[in-house]
């Protein structure tokens, strides 16, 4: 999940003055039609719930309350768990030195490769080898925390890179050691960004259907798909998809107003870049362990099982493999290409508007990446009939690209951010529209931003189960669904291959992160002698 900035100010006035010139209405007629179809689907979900509850059709099912108390109990353990791993490991990683740390900084960003579902199926399998059960609540918090913790990593290490020095060092001079400088200085000052990667972690909980269908939790993603598929009740299915949207539309709330508090602290008080602290000793191992072991879980364990069962890979060489990747990829490669595209509009649109409604207007296009996919599915499914009969594979693509908008546009939003806008008041001035300016000045400049985000919506699109799980026809599967229905049925020497794909895959993309991780690295002062005490 990324966040709109807030709408630019920075237009000249002789750009305001020629908002509505030809070449600028088309710009802003495009982008407004691009927010109409992102936001349909949604509008019209909410449409039929709300006819439901006036004509007394409203319902949540059999087992709608269970399902919900299920989700808010997966919610609350997953965001303690993974918001203190995320926050120990953000700190350590961020203001400590010990052997390792660099190849544990990035190794922090590898559970994002592997999806909670494949690695609820393998640790299911090695249980049952080893005659333990991998069932329940409690394994369902483990590995939902150790798949999303990340979120928090990434923002908290963030916030504690650029932690004021001055007020850290002043800290020390009063006599506070490093760890109640940590509690008293640094950790308020990360607690917005903190909070923002929990309301992220959250979203992934919501969406998630793979790992709790294996691990037999009620939650509301599973509770869509039954209530919608088995039970034949769309009323039930629409009242849970209402649930899950009012509890991620308050996740989305509250992601955006600490991201703004984070901005807002850290503005004009940092004082420079924060100290580090050589660590020694058993400290130095305590943090090598706590740095190690989530990447060990998420990763090494699939890769062990993989190792295990190399004997029966023979046997998962399926000749529906093939056609499996190819369709997995093509829709990849199809949705990052609508995503980047629609993307790039809007945020030239919002470039080139000084007006807050654009701002807004951008934001609002790009909030379907917080709508669960089952959601998602169930508001694209009347499409599916009259008056409109879209094909599924329509409904495949406009579902991918209105979900993944949001991780090409925020990207590009950034960039354009660090862009002079000197650039684009010289361009006009010497006569040029918005098309060549973007053609000669902004694409040149946009070719890294441009491929990160194309990347990770194409593995996004590939990882996706519950979107692709409801849509789908039936003669139609791809890898993360194959790989599911493998694992429910307890096949898993078929669904190695498969697993292995997903996973090679999500490690690329993790690995686009690292430069973006590893930018505060060429800031930091010298070690500070001091220990830890």
């Known amino acids: 999940m990324t966040q709109d900035a807030v709408p630019s100010s920075y237009g000249s006035n002789r750009l305001r003055k020629r908002h509505w010139q030809p070449d600028r209405l088309l710009l802003n007629s495009m982008a407004i039609l691009l927010a109409v179809l992102a936001l349909w689907p949604l509008i019209g979900l909410i449409r ?37 791993l995320g926050t120990a490991n953000g700190w350590l990683l961020a203001n400590c030195r010990f052997p390792g740390r660099r190849a544990l900084r990035v190794a922090q960003l590898l559970p994002l490769a592997t999806p909670a579902y494949l690695l609820s199926a393998i640790l299911i399998d090695l249980g049952s080898r080893n005659a333990v059960r991998i069932h329940g609540m409690g394994w369902g918090i483990l590995i939902m925390a150790l ?146 072991i989530p990447p060990t879980i998420t990763l090494g364990v699939p890769l062990l099982w993989a190792i295990l069962n190399l004997d029966q890979l023979e046997q998962g060489i399926d000749p529906d493999l093939i056609p499996l990747t190819e369709r997995s990829l093509g829709l990849g490669l199809a949705a990052a290409s609508l995503a980047v595209v629609a993307g790039l509009i809007l945020a030239i649109a919002k470039r080139w508007s000084s007006t807050r409604w654009m701002g807004n207007l951008s934001f609002m296009a790009g909030i379907g990446y917080a709508i669960p996919g089952a959601v998602m599915a169930i508001a694209l499914m009347p499409f599916n009939g009259a008056p409109w009969n879209l094909a599924w594979i329509l409904l495949l693509l406009w579902g991918y690209s209105d979900r993944f908008l949001a991780v090409a546009k925020g990207g590009l939003d950034a960039a354009f951010e660090r862009l002079s806008p ?51 026809p039936f003669d139609f599967d791809t890898l993360s669904v194959r790989l599911y229905q493998y694992a429910a049925d307890e096949r898993m020497a078929e669904s190695i291959l498969p697993a292995l794909i997903i996973i090679a895959l999500g490690l690329i993309a993790s690995l686009a992160l690292v430069p973006g991780l590893d930018q505060g690295e060429r800031k930091k002062p010298p070690l500070s002698k001091e220990p830890l005490t």
């Not at 004509?55 to 203190?84: E, H, Y």
């Not at 300016?437 to 996004?460: M, S, W």
């Open 147 to 292: 798949t999303t913790y990340p979120y928090v990593f990434l923002l908290s290490t963030e916030s504690f890179s650029i932690c004021g020095r001055r007020q850290l060092e002043a800290c020390r001079s009063l006599g506070v050691g490093p760890w109640n400088s940590f509690r008293r200085i640094a950790l308020p000052m990360a607690l917005p960004a903190i909070g923002a990667g929990i309301a992220l972690m959250g979203m992934e909980v919501v969406n998630e259907l793979g790992a709790v269908a294996l691990l037999a939790i009620p939650s509301l993603s599973a509770g869509i798909v039954e209530t919608w598929q088995m039970e034949g009740n769309p009323a039930g299915a629409i009242g849970l998809a209402m649930i899950a949207l009012i509890i991620v539309m308050s996740l989305v709330g509250y992601e955006r107003r600490l991201r703004r508090r984070s901005r807002r602290w850290t503005e004009g008080v940092a004082g420079g870049d924060s100290p580090a602290w050589q660590l020694h000793g058993v400290r130095a191992l305590c943090a090598q362990c706590l740095a190690l």
């Open 48 to 84: 039929e719930a709300l006819q439901g509850f006036i004509n007394g059709s409203a319902s949540l099912g059999v087992d709608g309350p269970q399902q919900i108390q299920g989700t808010l109990t997966l919610l609350i353990g997953t965001s303690l768990l993974g918001g203190l």
């Open 422 to 472: 000197s650039l684009d008041e010289a361009a006009t001035g010497l006569g040029c529209q918005w098309q060549e300016v973007l053609r000669r000045v902004h694409l040149p400049l946009l070719k890294g931003p441009l491929a990160v985000g194309a990347l990770l919506v194409f593995v996004d699109t590939v990882k996706e189960l519950p979107l692709t799980f409801v849509l789908r």
